[in-house]
C-alpha cells in the first residue's frame, strides 16, 4: 500500500514537471498576443520608447540645418515560438517580444551640404548631444568633398557617399553630384499592417509626402532610428 502510494505521489509530481515544462515550451496564442501587448506595462514600454526616440529627432531640428517633413512610427510584437526565433539555439525564452523603429524625413538646401554636413557634425561635438556624428578624419574630408575642396573621402570611383551610420543611429541622403533616381531618399513603405497594439504604423503628418520634401526644399535627409526591444515578457 505505502508503494503504491508513493508511486502515485511521484507520478503527481512528474506531471506538473512535464505540464509546467510544456507551458513554458508552447508556441503563444495570438490571442495572448494581442493581450500582453495591449496591457498597460507594454503601452508604456512603447511611450517611452517613442519618446526616447522623438527627443533625436528633435535634436537634429533644433541644432542642425535639417527641417523635419515627416516621421513613420513602426512597432510590432511577435509572440514566442515553440522555438528558435528569439533563440538561435532552438529555445524561444520570451512569450512575446517588441520593437519599435521611427524613420524622419527632412528637407535641406543642396547648395550647401558642405555647410549642412559641417552643421551636423558641430552639432555632434557637443558634449551629451544626442547627435550620433561628429568631426573626425573622415567626416572632415566629407565635409571638404561637398565644399568643392577635396576628392571623394571613399575613392574616386566609389560613388558619392550618402549616409553616417553607427549602431544606434544611421544618417542617409540624397546625392547632390549623381542624381541619380535609384540613389535618392525613397518613400516610405505603404502602411499595410497596422493592427494595434500589435503592430502599428503611423506617418505625421499623414499628407505628407518625399516627393514633397524633396520639392520644399531641394533635398532629403532620413534619419533611422530603432529600439529592438522596447518590451518583453519571459516565458515563466
Known amino acids: 500500500m505505502r508503494t503504491t502510494t508513493l508511486l502515485g505521489s511521484l507520478l503527481a509530481i512528474l506531471a506538473v514537471a512535464v505540464s509546467a515544462c510544456s507551458s513554458q515550451n508552447r508556441a503563444i496564442s495570438s490571442e495572448e498576443v494581442h493581450k500582453l501587448a495591449g496591457s498597460a506595462q ?4 512603447r511611450q517611452a520608447a517613442e519618446e526616447r526616440l522623438r527627443t533625436v529627432i528633435q535634436a ?7 527641417s523635419l517633413g515627416m516621421i513613420v512610427i513602426r512597432d510590432r510584437c511577435l509572440g514566442g515560438e515553440k522555438t528558435r526565433r528569439f533563440d538561435p539555439n532552438g529555445y524561444d525564452p520570451y512569450k512575446i517580444k517588441c520593437s519599435l523603429s521611427i524613420s524622419a524625413y527632412y528637407g535641406a538646401d543642396p547648395s550647401k ?6 552643421s551636423i557634425l558641430d552639432g555632434g561635438d557637443v558634449t551629451g548631444s544626442l547627435i550620433a556624428f561628429g568631426h573626425d578624419y573622415y567626416h572632415d574630408h566629407l565635409v571638404d568633398y561637398h ?3 577635396g576628392s571623394d573621402p571613399i575613392g574616386v570611383d566609389a560613388g558619392e557617399p550618402t549616409q553616417l551610420s553607427n549602431p544606434d543611429q544611421t544618417l542617409s541622403w540624397d546625392p547632390v553630384r549623381d542624381r541619380n533616381p535609384r540613389r535618392m531618399v525613397q518613400e516610405p513603405d505603404v502602411c499595410l499592417d497596422h493592427n494595434p497594439p500589435v503592430t502599428r ?3 505625421e503628418p499623414t499628407s505628407k509626402t518625399v516627393a514633397a520634401i524633396c520639392k520644399q526644399y531641394g533635398m532629403v ?8 526591444e522596447s518590451y518583453k515578457v519571459p516565458k515563466k
Open 201 to 203: 504604423c503611423v506617418v
Open 147 to 149: 565644399r568643392g575642396q
Open 42 to 45: 507594454a503601452g508604456k514600454a
Open 60 to 66: 537634429y531640428t533644433d541644432h542642425t540645418p535639417l
Open 221 to 228: 535627409f532620413r534619419l533611422d532610428l530603432s529600439v529592438p
Open 113 to 118: 551640404m558642405g555647410n549642412v554636413l559641417d
